[in-house]
C-alpha cells in the first residue's frame, strides 16, 4: 500500500507562484510514474503533469506547458509541482497520484492508469 500526501497549496494572487510538495510513502516509489491532476468544482479530474520513475520523461497538459514544471527526488520519496505565473483558471484541489506499472515505462495523462491517491491541496489564485 501506498499512501500519498500532497502539501503546498494556499491562496495566491494571479502571478504569483506556488511549489506543491507530494510525500509518498512506501520502498518502490523510485519505480512508480507519478501524476499531477486538478479538480475545480462541477468539473471532472483533469490532468496536469507526471513523470516517469526516473525523471527523463515528463507529459504536460496544454495548460501547464510553459508555466509548470513537475519534478521528483526519489531518495526523499517526494515529488514536486512548481506552477508559476498562476492565473485564476488555475484555481482547483490538486491531486498527485501514483501509477505502479506505468506502460513502456511513460508516465500517463489517464486518471484511470493511476493506482494510488492523494488527499488533494486546495489552490486558489485570485484575480
Known amino acids: 500500500q501506498v499512501q500519498l500526501v500532497e502539501s503546498g497549496g494556499g491562496l495566491v494572487q494571479a502571478g504569483d507562484s506556488l511549489r506543491l510538495s507530494c510525500a509518498a510513502s512506501?520502498?518502490?516509489?523510485?519505480?512508480?510514474?507519478m501524476g499531477w491532476f486538478q479538480q475545480a468544482p462541477g468539473k471532472e479530474r483533469e490532468f496536469v503533469a507526471a513523470?516517469?520513475?526516473?525523471?527523463?520523461?515528463?507529459k504536460y497538459a496544454d495548460s501547464a506547458k510553459g508555466r509548470f514544471t513537475i519534478s521528483r527526488d526519489n531518495a526523499k520519496n517526494t515529488v514536486y509541482l512548481q506552477m508559476n505565473s498562476l492565473k485564476p483558471e488555475d484555481t482547483a484541489v490538486y491531486y498527485c497520484?501514483?501509477?505502479?506499472?506505468?506502460?513502456?515505462?511513460?508516465?500517463?495523462?489517464?486518471?484511470?492508469?493511476?493506482?494510488?491517491w492523494g488527499q488533494g491541496t486546495q489552490v486558489t489564485v485570485s484575480s
Open positions: 497520484a501514483a501509477d505502479r506499472h506505468p506502460a513502456y515505462g511513460l508516465p500517463s495523462a489517464y486518471p484511470a492508469r493511476y493506482d494510488y
Open positions: 512506501g520502498r518502490t516509489f523510485s519505480l512508480y510514474a
Open positions: 513523470i516517469n520513475w526516473r525523471d527523463i520523461n515528463t
